[in-house]
Antibody
Framework: EVQLVQSGAEVKKPGESLKISCKASGYTFTNYWIGWVRQMPGKGLEWVAIIYPDDSDTRYSPSFQGQVTISADNSISTAYLQWSSLKASDTAMYYC???????????WGQGTLVTVSS | EIVMTQSPATLSVSPGERATLSCRASQSVNSRLAWYQQKPGQAPRLLIYGASTRATGIPARFSGSGSGTEFTLTISSLQSEDFAVYYCQQYKNWPQYTFGQGTKLEIK
């Protein structure tokens, strides 16, 4: 059974750094793209970034390029999304999701709520 | 960027009735369109891909149609568990995926 289990909720101050995680199981981690999707409070879904763990090929939405970094650790089948300097506008739920062979998202994590407030 | 526009923003339907949700793309996406369902406090769930193929475990009352720029998600006989927000997503312009803004399906 494919599962994506994300790290817990985070409360941070503006300017702080953060790295959230998504641990995959039930499939060969290196064979599928895995990505992150943002959902701001009461809003819709926005694609952030994806990574192909086998060769670390990464792609970013233009809206998020330079704002976040996606990475993966194949030894523990885990993908990450990190910020070096958080802003209040980063407050949102972040979902990780596996990209199927065809590029839609077939499995989703439970979400990680990131709250940035002074 | 391909812009996805869903209509209506909110749809009120009685249980047992049919619901029809629309999604329009600003340019052709062929059949590279997916639909997701999101219930409050939950992650999105894949319903339909390739515009008309149901994902594993999705009941037959959910059906998708369309190609090019006009797409429809139909729920033939609404059950209580179907009241949720529905999003369409194009993946023709990979990896620049774009989602529609969502349609909230509420109980009438």
């Amino acid at each position: 059974e494919v599962q994506l289990v994300q790290s817990g909720a985070e409360v941070k101050k503006p300017g702080e750094s953060l790295k959230i995680s998504c641990k995959a199981s039930g499939y060969t981690f290196t064979n599928y793209w895995i990505g992150w999707v943002r959902q701001m409070p009461g809003k819709g879904l926005e694609w952030v970034a994806i990574i192909y763990p086998d060769d670390s090929d990464t792609r970013y939405s233009p809206s998020f390029q330079g704002q976040v970094t996606i990475s993966a650790d194949n030894s523990i089948s885990t993908a990450y999304l990190q910020w070096s300097s958080l802003k209040a506008s980063d407050t949102a739920m972040y979902y990780c999701a596996r990209q199927n062979g065809d590029p839609f998202f077939d499995y989703w994590g439970q979400g990680t709520l990131v709250t940035v407030s002074s | 960027e391909i812009v996805m526009t869903q209509s209506p923003a909110t749809l009120s339907v009685s249980p047992g009735e049919r619901a029809t949700l629309s999604c329009r793309a600003s340019q052709s996406v062929n059949s590279r369109l997916a639909w997701y369902q999101q219930k409050p406090g939950q992650a999105p769930r894949l319903l339909i891909y390739g515009a008309s193929t149901r994902a594993t475990g999705i009941p037959a009352r959910f059906s998708g149609s369309g190609s090019g720029t006009e797409f429809t998600l139909t729920i033939s006989s609404l059950q209580s568990e179907d009241f949720a927000v529905y999003y369409c997503q194009q993946y023709k312009n990979w990896p620049q995926y774009t989602f529609g803004q969502g349609t909230k399906l509420e109980i009438k």
